[in-house]
């Protein structure tokens, strides 16, 4: 590569590497983002040059994540995500106050994290769902089932419970 390529400050500082090895890791970014043979500089890059550039940088950098683990995780993750607005909503319902409804979420928070250091309601209750996240990214076997299916019907109680205390009371 020569010096007006379109990032010469990362070509000499690119994981400390030198010479062949620097001038192949920078062709397989360019590569990578389809912007081999373009003789302009950073600067003078489109938007969506640049976004390309920044996705390979990004893989390059970090490596190409396990993408099955990585989704299931995620999914993982949303659910649980699920089961705590679910919650907040009912206690958002529930208590006069919404500072008290956001100190009863923390406290449902806490509740999930000490759960899911037990074995047993780790693996049925939505505590487990990040202990289950977390195995899942490690490669390692996971128990998700049962805290997804018993995630779901929390998710539902709280939101049918929400609605009936709703229908209680005017708006």
Known sequence: MDDRAPIPALRRSL???RGDVLDARVAALLDLAG????????GGFSRGMKQRLGVALTAVLLGVGPAPETLAAVALWFVYAIVML????LLSAVLP?????AGAGLGVYAAFAVLAQFEATSRITPAGLMPAAQAVLN???AHWQAPVATSIAVSAACLAATVWRFSRREI
């Open 139 to 141: 490669g390692e076997p």
């Open 35 to 42: 912007l081999t043979g373009i003789g302009t500089r950073i």
């Open 86 to 89: 679910s919650a907040m909503v």
């Open 97 to 101: 106050a919404p500072a008290a409804a």
């Open 15 to 17: 994981f400390g590497l």
